[in-house]
């Protein structure tokens, strides 16, 4: 009888957990040791913004099942079968010998563990730039529950008037909140010209600034973190490139970065763009006996096919499971990611998957794009609230390349469904004739993403020319002579107005029609563009030749109104 296999995991927090546990389920005799450097594993990260804001009361609720066991070492021996060895640290792999050399961090004592399969799930760390003073009392990163504590400790003291976040991304967005909740004033502070920049395209980012900004976060984008100042060794403001910023406490939300230097030191194969770990779609690293899951990897983007590195838990445990069953003997693949993700941002329901605009034109797509405002349900439910998409599609393939959703409406749902219509490879026009479920209280007879795909159907067949609420706004600013025309309600109009336009309401524009140039361009919209493309169409009818649509209308608009 063959002796049982000896499987060692590194590292307990997603995706090193799932795997040890499945392969436990699938082969009982299996041995399995899981290495853990941190004192707690098996916690929930993304829920720490939650924890530090206090919607997550305890501790232990980011480190427990559905039922409220509390996944520790006592829960992985006695429940799951899994040896866990934490406060432990794997120093060096002997890929030869097949054995991990690891030091118990509490007595320094060093000892081999021998493995058939090795896995590694040494996640990613967060980054820390390289600027004077954060090494100070009051500057902290959000990584581990551990930080989340430091944090919220400082908190609890009172001292904490004036936050300062460096960097808008996930965590940097989700911290704000999280900050502004306890009652911080909080200024974020990102150097790229808008935050979210690896989810959204410009406007759509800047509809989420807007909207943390009337929440009371200030926003600097495109401003650079240049030096952290302090009274002592306590942080007491932030050096920028726009001036000076007052705070008690800084936090680091820069990004974070794949940790390979084990992988790295034993000669596994590395990502020369994403300096993770190169894995195949059985997440078998170059060594055929070693694998590897979670944020410390290089996924496949599942559009361009090329590496790139999206860590998020979702995608951890799914590769988790992948590496048990093959660890195990069996056949699974993990085919990639389109980078689907989801966020809170106050009131807004935040989420992505696919390309951006701008990714899909950095890799050669011919993309239109379409900005889609409307209710997420019936509109006379008292329930429905706004949510702003933007769909992404190849204009040769007609193929759904990407989508973006902004506000406060149901937007994860969405997402979801862009989601699977990019995995089956669909073309906007399948899209449109998705059989989604409806009913008032859930979603409009035509869903969202359904009136969405049908605008990319209506640019792609000639029917409606547009322009986005940019490109507008560049030929205001360079005081171009066209007709920029609101055909609103007087009453809308008279509400808030955007700059540069005249007002023709819809319900008038067959008889007044005769006031407009026809040998100008006319850039037709409404509140959702709806009505403005019902008016192109008037237009077009009574034999005007250039008028176009304003992409997404009043409610898409991303810069300055008039009130």
């Known amino acids: 009888m063959p002796d049982p296999l000896k499987i060692v995991v590194v590292g307990g927090v997603a995706a090193g957990p799932k795997a040890a546990s499945k392969v436990k389920r699938l082969m009982p005799d299996a041995e399995v040791i899981l290495i853990e450097k941190g004192a707690l594993f098996s916690f929930a990260g993304c829920g720490l913004p939650y924890y530090v804001s206090e919607v997550v009361h305890e501790q232990k609720d980011l480190m427990a099942t559905p039922v409220g066991a509390v996944r520790d070492t006592a829960f992985f021996q006695k429940v799951k079968g899994v040896r866990v060895l934490n406060r432990t640290e794997a120093i060096e792999i002997d890929r030869e010998g097949k054995q991990v050399r690891i030091r118990a961090l509490e007595s320094g004592e060093e000892s081999w563990l021998p493995y058939d399969k090795l896995m590694l799930a040494t996640g990613a760390g967060p980054v820390v730039p390289p600027i004077p003073g954060v090494e100070r009392k009051g500057v902290y990163t959000l990584h581990s529950i551990e930080d989340a504590e430091r944090v919220k400790a400082s908190l609890a003291e009172g001292r904490v008037r004036n936050a300062v976040i460096i960097g808008g991304g996930l965590i940097g967005i989700e911290t704000a909140e999280a900050l502004a909740a306890k009652g911080c004033q909080v200024t974020l502070v990102e150097m790229l010209p808008h935050i979210l920049a690896m989810m959204l395209d410009f406007e759509m980012a800047r509809l989420v600034e807007l909207h943390m900004q009337s929440k009371g976060v200030r926003i600097m984008a495109d401003t650079k973190a240049l030096a952290i100042v302090g009274e002592g060794d306590a942080v007491s403001s932030v050096q920028t490139d726009k001036g000076q910023l007052p705070a008690e406490a800084v936090i680091l939300a820069v990004g974070v970065r794949p940790r390979t230097e084990l992988a790295m030191k034993a000669g596994l194969a590395i990502g020369e763009k994403t300096h993770a770990i190169v894995v195949d779609e059985c997440m078998r690293t170059s060594d055929p006996d070693i694998y590897a899951a979670g944020d410390c990897v290089e996924c496949k983007d599942r559009i361009t096919g090329q590496p790139c590195f999206v860590p998020l838990g979702s995608t951890a445990n799914k590769q988790g499971r992948v590496a048990a069953i093959n660890m195990c003997g069996g056949h699974d693949t993990f085919p990639g990611v389109f980078g689907s993700t989801v966020c809170k941002v106050f009131d807004f329901c935040v989420g992505r998957t696919g390309l951006t605009e701008k990714a899909a034109r950095a890799n050669g797509y011919d993309a239109i794009t379409v900005l ?41 749902k969405r997402v979801d469904v862009a989601a699977m219509a990019l995995a089956a490879g669909m073309t906007v026009d399948q ?120 992409d997404g209308g009043v409610a898409m608009w991303p810069f300055a109104k008039e009130k």
């Not at 393939?397 to 409406?409: A, E, I």
């Not at 479920?437 to 049908?454: L, V, W």
Request: hydrophobic share 45%; glycine share 8%; proline share 6%.
């Open 431 to 550: 899209l449109a004739k998705a059989d989604l479920c409806y009913a008032p209280p859930f979603s409009g007879a035509m869903d969202n993403i359904i009136t969405a795909a049908d605008i990319a159907r209506n640019k792609l067949d000639g029917q409606m020319a547009s322009l986005t609420p940019m490109e507008v706004r560049a030929k205001l600013d360079a005081k171009e002579d066209f007709v920029f025309l609101d055909v609103r309600s007087p009453g809308e109009w008279e509400e808030v107005r955007l700059p540069g336009s005249m007002l023709i309401p819809l319900g008038a524009l067959r008889e007044r029609s005769g006031e407009l140039p026809r040998d100008k361009e006319i850039v037709a919209f409404c509140k959702a563009s709806l009505r403005g493309y019902e008016a192109a169409r008037i237009l077009l009818g009574q034999g005007f030749t250039d008028v176009k649509v304003m």
């Open 372 to 412: 889609s405002p409307g209710a997420d349900r019936a509109h006379y439910m008292p329930t429905a609230k706004t949510l702003m998409i933007k769909l992404i599609a190849s204009r040769a393939t007609r193929k759904l390349l990407g989508l973006q959703v902004v506000g406060p409406g149901a937007g994860d």
